[in-house]
């Protein structure tokens, strides 16, 4: 399996990239990777996709932990669920700790649990965002408005996982990928070298090339603004694995 990550401040941004993104294994034959988009209109976006970050590699650490010691859940919806009522649990805890308002807390998620040995997993995005499983894109637009995490923190989280719609299980996996809906945002913004056209999420979500390298992610991106002349106009943060 290998594994590529890119993480880009949009165009149109010049203070941060209000993006972030995380892959941590919680064992030798499983892994979380997730990628978060802080809401631009809400305070310090930049901060809240950051802080859900080290909450989820906070919530892998210990799962590792945890399952040294203890019977796994028997199915990937299971194991997503205990990911996630770790990260909801720890979400509340620091929103109350820090005394933090709830437009502090404005990030979307996509988060990915993965078993190399079954070949199994699942993903689920609490928000909008681009999946893209075998070759099969997915793509979750709220219309800018994103059923955010923050806003049911008060809420009992069995209750709230229980009408997540957006998640995907999935086995026999080849190639995956998660991106924040900054890969649907490519614009013009220097003279093309080409007249060619180019589906850019199908060039970064299942073109292969610059595979050989762990910076491909990178490589494809300079490539787009260089021979294309386009960038993201919104930040993006995206990884893929291949087998």
Known sequence: ???????????????????????????????ICAVMDGCS????????????????RKAAIEKSYKDLY???????????????????????FAKKQLMLDEKELLTTLIILFYNFKENKGGVLTIGDGVICINEEITEYD???????????LHEDF????????QKIFFEDLKDISIATDGILTFTQVKKANTEDKINFAQYLMTDLTYSETEE?????????????GVKPTDDLAMIRMIL
């Open 41 to 56: 209109t809400a305070l310090e976006s930049h901060f809240a996709s950051v802080l859900t970050g080290k909450i989820i």
């Open 142 to 152: 709220r219309d800018n408005k994103p059923d955010y995490l923050a806003y049911h």
């Open 1 to 31: 399996m290998n594994i590529y990550s890119a993480l880009q401040i949009g165009d149109y941004h010049t203070n941060q990239c209000e993006d972030h993104l995380v892959i941590r294994k919680t064992a030798s034959d499983k892994i």
């Open 216 to 228: 491909m992610l990178n490589r494809k991106l300079k490539h787009l603004e260089q021979h294309y």
């Open 70 to 92: 203890e019977a796994a859940p028997t199915s990937i919806d299971e194991e997503l669920k205990e990911i996630m009522q770790s990260i909801f649990e720890e979400m509340s």
């Open 158 to 165: 069995n209750d709230w996982y229980s009408r997540q719609q």
